[in-house]
């Protein structure tokens, strides 16, 4: 007897020799289930025993893949296998440039199996159909006939057909009844009576006897395998186009760097980069990974990653990316984020987890397809007594022809694929222009959006201030006065602290040494320079610390914020000293992006740290609907929360680090890709080029791929509420008219693929 393993609080032991041995590293386990593992604590997908804590469990080892279903990413297992939900095959969960690269291995299997299936199929078809030419209607039932039907039509059901009956006797088992309980149980009913008709005719009453013998089935059985193959291959085909965007990104990066070690150059594997490095790229080349350049000058294509077709001059000091195209310079650069970290590993991983999240209205769905197979064998048994009982002779076989048809027709995988093909492909064709999406949720909620509230800095502007303006008090000059204050801002990593630093350093002033520095958040710094008291900030800032500040510096101070510009007031030894302006020039792209935001019922709050004199004119300027001026990060919040009190979706965007708790606030968080980390980790939404325009695409991107799903939902739904009563036989009382099991499999088929087909029309959407 093992030991039992021990259960963190909150989790049932269960007292039971575990028939499995976890592996090592699988944190959580199905102690029945070969190869259920999980994260976190759960129930098993397979059987519903809670998964236990494995006491062998260190560390996820680095080479492990886990495979997890593309439809329901909530099963993930370390095999390859089936889906214990919806049968469907697990796919791996990270993907890389190797696995891009190799065929679907289900798909290969899948196209062998339809192609042998179908050229056998072929024939029991025909030799089942010839009855309708007269000149050779005694083919039909001939025993030559009937045993050519039954040795072509067994291969096809027992080996091409194989897969299906596994997943359907497995979904039996699991209590998860899915597509393939349906066809398992429909193609197993018409080839097992048609076997039985064929060797024991005898059991079958008089009025059933025909020319030849009992009628067979055997080609209805083999052409909906054939069918259902054929939906299975355009399936898979189109899974694997969803992931086109993923192996475009996976694509791009290099194989090997050129490495500069002194003078000497070697060309080493991309896997061998670290940090640190300095790389030279050659003009064409791809940039191998992130960083920064250090000597020399080019125009880069950034297309790939953000969507923009013109070149963007890169030099001295400026950021590349890896995965981007090098125009006809050449430079060297060094690396600072490489491997997992660099920004094409983040989308790759961003995206494939877009991909496999689940929208809010895939709850509706699943709560629909909880009922819907039970409803449907449901109706294929009562199909079956009404036609046993109360129809015409032969009463057996009309209850299993219209029951087999009730299950085919009524195959859930339309409903199945109908969101998360959908999901798939918008999340690649946004990933494509740029605008990355964390979860199906946001891309679902974003459409809903009737408020987006901005930060200003980063994101209406360049986020790149300059100083403009240094006007001096009585008592200091230009020069004195920029050199305080910018040895105190100095210690400060504020944007305006840089730009004011920047400007010394373009009058070429010596800055000397600081102490005592601090810093008030919201306010401004201080410090002592050459044994002075030095104060930069806001007006309160220097009130608080009581500084009166003369009418003739507030009065310019207004004038110039006016303008646009951001004002800092300076002080040295408590006595006011002059002021500071800095401006940050708004985005070429911004103005547009409004009018675009405004023509898609969207309002604009603009809320900032900045002034309110410099607010009102930025947004005056922009022709933002409100605006909100010296915010704290708290505040933002507060605003996005009045706003969602009255009932409106709102979105947030900005690109900073006080911007991450109102990013996470509001119902979709929209981070610029030219901000921080914690701004993208906190974001629904990345919009790499940190271009406002960016939003528009995501928002027209997010109705597009909603209203997709729910022309999905309804093609799903309208083809089973028609085809169900059809298949059951609802129009032969006043037409005579019945449903072939093979017209039925035809039918599901076909549903699949308008719902796959109506999917991939978001790989052309403009945005």
Same mark, same amino acid.
């Given at each position: 007897?093992?030991?039992?393993?021990?259960?963190?609080?909150?989790?049932?032991?269960?007292?039971?020799?575990?028939?499995?041995?976890?592996?090592?590293?699988?944190?959580?386990?199905?102690?029945?289930?070969?190869?259920?593992?999980?994260?976190?604590?759960?129930?098993?997908?397979?059987?519903?025993?809670?998964?236990?804590?494995?006491?062998?469990?260190?560390?996820?080892?680095?080479?492990?893949?886990?495979?997890?279903?593309?439809?329901?990413?909530?099963?993930?297992?370390?095999?390859?296998?089936?889906?214990?939900?919806?049968?469907?095959?697990?796919?791996?969960?990270?993907?890389?440039?190797?696995?891009?690269?190799?065929?679907?291995?289900?798909?290969?299997?899948?196209?062998?199996?339809?192609?042998?299936?179908?050229?056998?199929?072929?024939?029991?078809?025909?030799?089942?159909?010839?009855?309708?030419?007269?000149?050779?209607?005694?083919?039909?039932?001939?025993?030559?006939?009937?045993?050519?039907?039954?040795?072509?039509?067994?291969?096809?059901?027992?080996?091409?057909?194989?897969?299906?009956?596994?997943? %359907?006797?497995?979904?039996?088992?699991?209590?998860?009844?899915?597509?393939?309980?349906?066809?398992?149980?429909?193609? %197993?009913?018409?080839?097992?009576?048609?076997?039985?008709?064929?060797?024991?005719?005898?059991?079958?009453?008089?009025?059933?006897?025909?020319?030849?013998?009992?009628?067979?089935?055997?080609?209805?059985?083999?052409?909906?395998?054939?069918?259902?193959?054929?939906?299975?291959?355009?399936?898979?085909?189109?899974?694997?186009?969803?992931?086109?965007?993923?192996?475009?990104?996976?694509?791009?990066?290099?194989?090997?760097?050129?490495?500069?070690?002194?003078?000497?150059?070697?060309?080493?594997?991309?896997?061998?980069?670290?940090? #640190?490095?300095?790389?030279?790229?050659?003009?064409?080349?791809?940039?191998?990974?992130?960083?920064?350049?250090?000597?020399?000058?080019?125009?880069?294509?950034?297309?790939?990653?953000? #969507?923009?077709?013109?070149?963007?001059?890169?030099?001295?000091?400026?950021?590349?990316?890896?995965?981007?195209?090098?125009?006809?310079?050449?430079?060297?650069?060094?690396?600072?984020?490489?491997?997992?970290?660099?920004?094409?590993?983040?989308?790759?991983?961003?995206?494939?987890?877009?991909?496999?999240?689940?929208?809010?209205?895939?709850?509706?769905?699943?709560?629909?397809?909880?009922?819907?197979?039970?409803?449907?064998?449901?109706?294929?048994?009562?199909?079956?007594?009404?036609?046993?009982?109360?129809?015409?002779?032969?009463?057996?076989?009309?209850?299993?022809?219209?029951?087999?048809?009730?299950?085919?027709?009524?195959?859930?995988?339309?409903?199945?694929?109908?969101?998360?093909?959908?999901?798939?492909? +918008?999340? %690649?064709?946004?990933?494509?222009?740029?605008?990355?999406?964390?979860?199906?949720?946001?891309?679902?909620?974003? %459409?809903?959006?009737?408020?987006?509230?901005?930060?200003?800095?980063?994101?209406?502007?360049? #986020?790149?201030?300059?100083?403009?303006?240094?006007?001096?008090?009585?008592?200091?000059?230009?020069?004195?006065?920029?050199?305080?204050?910018?040895?105190?801002?100095?210690?400060?990593?504020?944007?305006?602290?840089?730009?004011?630093?920047?400007?010394?350093?373009?009058?070429?002033?010596?800055?000397?040494?600081?102490?005592?520095?601090?810093?008030?958040?919201?306010?401004?710094?201080?410090?002592?320079?050459?044994?002075?008291?030095?104060?930069? #900030?806001?007006?309160?800032?220097?009130?608080?610390?009581?500084?009166?500040?003369?009418?003739?510096?507030?009065?310019?101070?207004?004038?110039?914020?006016?303008? +646009?510009?951001?004002?800092?007031?300076?002080?040295?030894?408590?006595?006011?000293?002059?002021?500071?302006?800095?401006?940050?020039?708004?985005?070429?792209?911004?103005?547009?992006?409004?009018?675009?935001?405004?023509?898609?019922?969207?309002?604009?709050?603009?809320?900032?740290?900045?002034?309110?004199?410099?607010?009102?004119?930025?947004?005056?300027?922009?022709?933002?609907?409100?605006?909100?001026?010296?915010?704290?990060?708290?505040?933002?919040?507060?605003?996005?929360?009045?706003?969602?009190?009255?009932?409106?979706?709102?979105?947030?965007?900005?690109?900073?680090?006080?911007?991450?708790?109102?990013?996470?606030?509001?119902?979709?968080?929209?981070?610029?890709?030219?901000?921080?980390?914690?701004?993208?980790?906190?974001?629904?939404?990345?919009?790499?080029?940190?271009?406002?325009?960016?939003?528009?695409?995501?928002?027209?991107?997010?109705?597009?791929?909603?209203?997709?799903?729910?022309?999905?939902?309804?093609?799903?739904?309208?083809?089973?509420?028609?085809?169900?009563?059809?298949?059951?036989?609802?129009?032969?009382?006043?037409?005579?008219?019945?449903?072939?099991?093979?017209?039925?499999?035809?039918?599901?088929?076909?549903?699949?693929?308008?719902?796959?087909?109506?999917?991939?029309?978001?790989?052309?959407?403009?945005?």
């Amino acid at each position: 007897m093992k030991s039992s393993p021990s259960h963190p609080p909150g989790e049932h032991p269960h007292h039971h020799d575990p028939g499995v041995q976890p592996a090592k590293d699988a944190k959580y386990y199905c102690p029945m289930c070969e190869g259920v593992v999980a994260d976190q604590p759960g129930d098993c997908p397979k059987c519903g025993m809670a998964l236990e804590r494995n006491p062998a469990w260190v560390a996820p080892a680095a080479d492990r893949t886990i495979y997890t279903c593309p439809m329901h990413p909530q099963i993930e297992q370390d095999h390859p296998g089936a889906c214990p939900i919806c049968g469907m095959a697990l796919e791996p969960k990270t993907a890389t440039a190797e696995d891009a690269a190799e065929e679907n291995a289900e798909l290969r299997d899948m196209t062998r199996r339809l192609w042998i299936g179908t050229a056998l199929a072929l024939p029991v078809f025909l030799l089942a159909m010839v009855h309708l030419i007269p000149a050779y209607s005694h083919l039909a039932s001939g025993p030559l006939s009937r045993w050519a039907q039954l040795l072509l039509s067994t291969p096809v059901v027992l080996w091409a057909g194989w897969p299906f009956f596994v997943r %359907g006797a497995r979904s039996l088992r699991s209590g998860y009844w899915n597509m393939f309980t349906l066809i398992a149980l429909g193609v %197993g009913a018409a080839w097992l009576y048609s076997l039985v008709a064929f060797f024991l005719p005898g059991w079958f009453p008089a009025n059933m006897q025909g020319h030849g013998g009992v009628d067979l089935y055997f080609e209805a059985a083999a052409v909906i395998i054939v069918l259902v193959l054929v939906g299975q291959v355009l399936e898979l085909r189109a899974r694997a186009r969803t992931s086109s965007a993923i192996k475009a990104l996976l694509n791009l990066a290099p194989p090997t760097a050129i490495r500069l070690d002194g003078s000497a150059e070697a060309e080493i594997p991309l896997a061998e980069v670290h940090a #640190g490095d300095r790389l030279r790229v050659r003009p064409g080349a791809r940039v191998p990974v992130d960083g920064v350049i250090e000597e020399g000058s080019s125009s880069i294509d950034e297309s790939m990653i953000t #969507g923009e077709s013109l070149p963007v001059e890169k030099t001295l000091g400026d950021r590349v990316t890896g995965g981007t195209v090098n125009g006809t310079g050449g430079f060297v650069f060094r690396a600072d984020k490489v491997g997992a970290d660099s920004l094409l590993a983040r989308i790759v991983h961003m995206v494939a987890d877009a991909q496999r999240s689940r929208a809010p209205i895939q709850g509706l769905v699943d709560r629909v397809a909880a009922i819907f197979v039970p409803a449907v064998l449901a109706s294929a048994v009562l199909t079956f007594l009404v036609w046993f009982f109360a129809g015409p002779e032969p009463r057996l076989a009309y209850a299993i022809v219209n029951s087999v048809a009730v299950l085919i027709i009524a195959c859930p995988c339309a409903l199945g694929l109908a969101t998360p093909m959908s999901i798939m492909v +918008g999340v %690649g064709r946004g990933a494509q222009e740029g605008v990355l999406v964390k979860n199906a949720e946001s891309l679902e909620l974003l %459409g809903k959006v009737s408020w987006l509230v901005v930060d200003k800095t980063g994101t209406l502007t360049e #986020g790149r201030p300059t100083l403009t303006d240094v006007i001096p008090a009585e008592g200091l000059d230009e020069a004195g006065l920029l050199t305080l204050a910018a040895t105190v801002e100095r210690a400060s990593e504020h944007p305006l602290a840089a730009a004011i630093v920047r400007g010394s350093e373009a009058r070429k002033l010596t800055l000397p040494l600081i102490s005592d520095f601090r810093s008030v958040t919201a306010g401004g710094v201080a410090g002592r320079v050459n044994g002075r008291a030095v104060l930069v #900030g806001k007006v309160k800032f220097l009130a608080a610390e009581g500084i009166e500040v003369p009418a003739s510096l507030t009065a310019r101070a207004a004038t110039l914020q006016a303008e +646009g510009k951001t004002v800092l007031f300076a002080a040295v030894d408590g006595r006011a000293a002059g002021l500071l302006a800095v401006a940050d020039p708004i985005k070429e792209s911004t103005p547009e992006a409004i009018t675009l935001l405004h023509q898609l019922g969207v309002k604009l709050v603009m809320a900032t740290g900045d002034n309110r004199a410099t607010a009102g004119s930025v947004a005056r300027k922009l022709g933002l609907d409100e605006f909100e001026a010296e915010v704290e990060p708290a505040d933002k919040i507060k605003r996005v929360k009045a706003l969602q009190v009255g009932g409106a979706r709102v979105a947030m965007a900005g690109d900073g680090v006080n911007d991450a708790p109102a990013l996470a606030a509001a119902d979709v968080g929209i981070a610029m890709g030219t901000g921080t980390d914690v701004a993208m980790e906190s974001a629904g939404i990345t919009l790499v080029k940190g271009d406002l325009r960016g939003i528009a695409k995501a928002i027209r991107l997010s109705r597009a791929t909603m209203g997709n799903i729910r022309q999905n939902l309804f093609f799903a739904f309208i083809y089973n509420a028609l085809g169900v009563p059809l298949a059951a036989g609802v129009l032969f009382p006043s037409f005579g008219l019945l449903l072939n099991p093979m017209i039925a499999g035809l039918a599901m088929a076909f549903s699949s693929v308008s719902v796959i087909t109506n999917a991939l029309r978001l790989h052309r959407l403009r945005l």
